[in-house]
Nanobody, 119 residues
Framework: QVQLVESGGGLVQTGGSLRLSCAAS????????MGWYRQTPGKERKFVAA????????MYADSVKGRFTISRDNAKNTVSLQMNSLKPDDTAVYFC????????????WGQGTQVTVSS
């Protein structure tokens, strides 16, 4: 089993920035594809961004392209999501998602971290 733990959420004003991190532990081999999803109350979880184990395969949802950047540090088994120019519509619980294959959604989920963007 792979455990994913997110950090970095919080409250920010419109136009501000936040950086989310996700640390993987447990039965990880360092070759997991990793991604981010987000969810608002009463809505389904939506894809935000993904990155393959080798740093390739980067994808973004149209709604965040040009504002969010996903990256990873394989030495630390972490994946990050730099979020700039935040909007109130970005308010959600953000979940880290990962697994051994490059597919979305993937096998393992973190517990989520709240991001709130005030207008």
């Amino acid at each position: 089993q792979v455990q994913l733990v997110e950090s970095g959420g919080g409250l920010v004003q419109t136009g501000g920035s936040l950086r989310l991190s996700c640390a993987a532990s447990g039965r990880t081999n360092g070759r997991e594809a990793m991604g981010w999803y987000r969810q608002t109350p009463g809505k389904e979880r939506k894809f935000v961004a993904a990155i393959n184990y080798n740093g390739g395969g980067i994808m973004y949802a149209d709604s965040v392209k040009g504002r969010f950047t996903i990256s990873r540090d394989n030495a630390k088994n972490t994946v990050s999501l730099q979020m700039n120019s935040l909007k109130p519509d970005d308010t959600a619980v953000y979940f880290c998602n990962g697994g051994s294959a490059y597919r979305w959604p993937n096998d393992y989920w973190g517990q989520g971290t709240q991001v709130t963007v005030s207008s």
